[in-house]
């Protein structure tokens, strides 16, 4: 059965022409809706292959990927809303495990999840390519979070 204009009128930004994109870190952009699944324990993925921050430091653009994991509870990150709000990083100066941090953070204060996790896969800069994971689960998804921790470490030196 279809979504009910009720059931999504928290989604302001998803169908909107007058859309403005963010040039500042912005979290208040993430809007969520009610997932109509909450018994079923299912992986929702997202990939933001254009993701782009400022070093802290210099100011120049650092470039990468953002790979976004998790099994929701009852709300879920509408997509446009995550869009802008990775966007927003745009002109925001931090360390590439800061920002994978940060999103992890703003989306569990978001929608507490069962389970996140968070990769940023960023550029090579000075020779040197930086991939940081973070990631969080509930007292069930422990387990979880510690296999999915340790796969996470490079084993291809």
């Known amino acids: 059965m279809p979504r009910t204009d009720t059931e999504i009128s928290g989604c302001t930004l998803l169908g909107n022409q007058a859309t403005k994109y963010p040039t500042d870190y912005a979290p208040e952009l993430l809007e969520t809706f009610d997932n109509k699944h909450p018994e079923n324990e299912y992986l929702v993925t997202f990939t933001c292959p254009e ?3 400022l ?3 210099t100011g120049q653009p650092d470039f990468g990927k953002i790979l ?3 099994i929701p509870r009852q ?3 509408e997509s446009k809303s995550l869009k802008l709000y990775l966007f927003s990083f745009r002109n925001h100066g931090d360390f590439h495990e800061d920002c994978v941090n940060i999103i992890m953070k703003d989306l569990v204060k978001l929608m507490d999840p069962k389970y996140i996790e968070v ?4 550029m090579p800069r000075g020779g040197i390519s930086i991939i940081p994971f973070a990631n969080y ?3 069930e998804h422990q ?3 510690r296999t999915r921790l340790a796969a ?4 291809d030196f």
């Open 119 to 122: 990769r940023g896969i960023f």
């Open 143 to 145: 387990e979880l979070v």
């Open 137 to 139: 689960g509930d007292a």
């Open 75 to 77: 709300k879920m990150v």
């Open 68 to 70: 976004i994991n998790y």
């Open 152 to 155: 996470s470490f490079p084993s």
């Open 51 to 53: 993701f782009t921050s």
């Open 55 to 57: 070093c802290p430091k």
